[in-house]
């Protein structure tokens, strides 16, 4: 990347291309879904230390954070396996992604990362199942080519620091290409220390969000020991290790082949949330709880060439994944080291063409995908080092999903003014669980569970641009997600004391969501958009009280626990509204702004209740200055309140890490800026939260940073 000239550009540029609609280029003016674009030189001078974090700075995507080596966004209510990740046009989404809060986006480099593109509602039609709340598709770089035939060398590095974490990052990466052949790596490593939070609090809220004390381990025992700055979240830093090679072949300006390599691991991440819960006493719940090294290995391969006829434009991705991932939990000075291991192995496979007939683009394709989920587990006495059995979190003997997939989309540029699109995927989805090895824990009353669903999801757009100052859109769209081995065979302790069984009849989930936009550009400076959306929701899966074999309460790892699963509700209602503003104030200065409103309800014949993931008003307002080699903002965050009322009683709010009334609101005033002093070389500083300000975003249970001095300094040759 090149740093040498920084340039205002408008930000709400309509011509800007945009894959993630459709799988193949098209202008952003004749999409009708609300799309927003992360360019990899806002990603740079963002400088963010994770991509959880590059998800929070959009202003249109909530983050919730059960520890800091985490981040679950949050798209227009729906969250985790409801929102489909993807990378390089492969699957990120596996079948143990779960409903509750994920932390599976940090294993995606953002020092590696050209561009993200969010797709806000149901993405069902071109991605299948589970883009109920949307699709975040991140892009990573690829190598450079020389136009001669000589070798076009080109890399950059950059060393970061921040205080409220002692974050140290370092990264490099380069490229190396001739004509046909070319290399792109990228290396990042990441340390992060325990997190401080704000120290500037309101005097109501008592000691909510301190750490006053903390489980250590002393002569066998766990002990409480007091936290010398309470401030200090103890036992929330980890490392973060990325690793990205692609090599590209073009022997033709038609053809091309792409071999694209990813490797993402870290330290054990300890869960915040649960090391801070204490029992009635005021004693700590927990000696130990932490997640394993997350770590995901992929390798595709992407042939892409430009024929005639019914294969114009094709593509085809085969990509293999290896996820691997643990969690290890001790109650305080009670029992083992519960140590529990799951590996997915992920194969996909898809065929995606495009072809221009006239006034017409005709898109369509193949996808298959293959899960195969194993699962172990043991406890350790911590005194004798003896292992002993203990249940597994996913179904003992194994299981799987298989899809497959058939999908056709079509985009009519009737006039300039009107775009129509259309299109259909029929879906497959079958799943298969064993629970026979093992009934040691769980006498459960099946052997194995089989599934198989079809879906058929459909939508309908319509672009107006009466000129070049209006923007209508409107889209009608349908969503599902079928159960996976999470949803559908997971036994957890989701909160102390609640504890989540299987429930083998469990259904696929539908949305039907409308959506319409409506933008205005005034005097070629300032643009203006919103769009309003509901989303009718059937067979929605949530978290409800249980009866396991009949009873409401069952002793789980030694405690009795309330029973709860993952039912169908029968109907429940998303609505919401979300607007932006852009406006270039001189040829210097711009504004720009964000705000999103949604609600949510789950109905029954008792009365509506809240459906939970539903995040409370929340925005962003900045202010840039952009000169030759400098450039500035200065942004406002914000959240409303998530009051009591609208928590979900029994869902993944975590009204447990709240005050009794609910999430308080906040704002953090905040300033980055970046100098390029040299052609090569740019020094970045930034001050986040500079009134050092406690709060805590919505869900989450570890508290947001303190005063944040970051320091980077990057180069590039």
Known sequence: MNYRVLLAERSYSLNEVVVSASRFEEKRADVPQQIQVLKARDLAFQSNQTTADVLQQTGQVLVQKSQAGGGSPILRGFEANKVLMVIDGVRLNNAIYRGGHLQNVITVDNAALEKVEVVFGPGSVVYGSDALGGVVHFYTKNPLLADSSG???????????????????????????????????????????????????????GNWGL???????????DVMVPNENINVQKFTGYKQYDVLQKVLFQPSVTTSHLLNLQFSTSSDIPRYDRLSEVDAQGRLNHGEWYYGPQERWLAAYTFATKGRGWLENVRVTAAYQSVEESRHNRR??????????????????????????????LRYGLEGTYNEVSSRAYGINLTTGERTPLDTRYPSGGSDVCTAAAYFTHTWEITPQWIISDGIRVSRVALNADFSRDKTFFPFPFDDVSQKNTAVNGNLGLVYQPGREWRFAAVASSGFRAPNVDDLGKVFESVAGQLIVPKPDLK?????????????TIAQSVRVEGTGFYTWYRDAITTQPFLFQ??????YNGQLSRVTANVNANKAYIYGFSGSMNADITQAFRLASTLTYTRGRIQAEAGETPLDHIPPVFGKTSLFLTLPQFRSEFFVQ?????RLADYNPVGEDNLQYATPQGVPAWYTLNLRTAYQFHPRLQFQAALENILDQFYRVYASGVSAPGRNLVLTLRGNF
Do not use: C, M
């Open 151 to 205: 070798t076009r060398v080109a890399g950059g590095a950059f060393n970061r620091y921040a205080t409220a974490n002692q974050e140290k990052t370092g990264h490099v990466d380069f490229s190396v290409g001739g004509r046909q052949w070319g290399s792109f790596t990228s290396l990042t490593y990441s340390d992060f220390d325990d997190l401080r939070q704000g120290k500037n609090r309101n005097p109501f809220y």
């Open 211 to 221: 750490r006053p004390f903390y489980a250590q381990r002393v002569n066998g025992e």
């Open 332 to 361: 305080f000075n009670r029992g083992p080291l519960q140590n529990r291991f799951e590996h997915v192995d992920v194969y996909t496979l898809n065929a995606d063409v495009s072809r221009l007939l006239g006034e017409h683009e």
């Open 508 to 520: 696929p989930e539908y949305t039907y969501s409308a959506e319409i936009s409506l933008g205005k």
């Open 550 to 555: 009949g009873q409401p309460e069952i002793e």
């Open 638 to 642: 914000y959240n409303g309140w998530k």
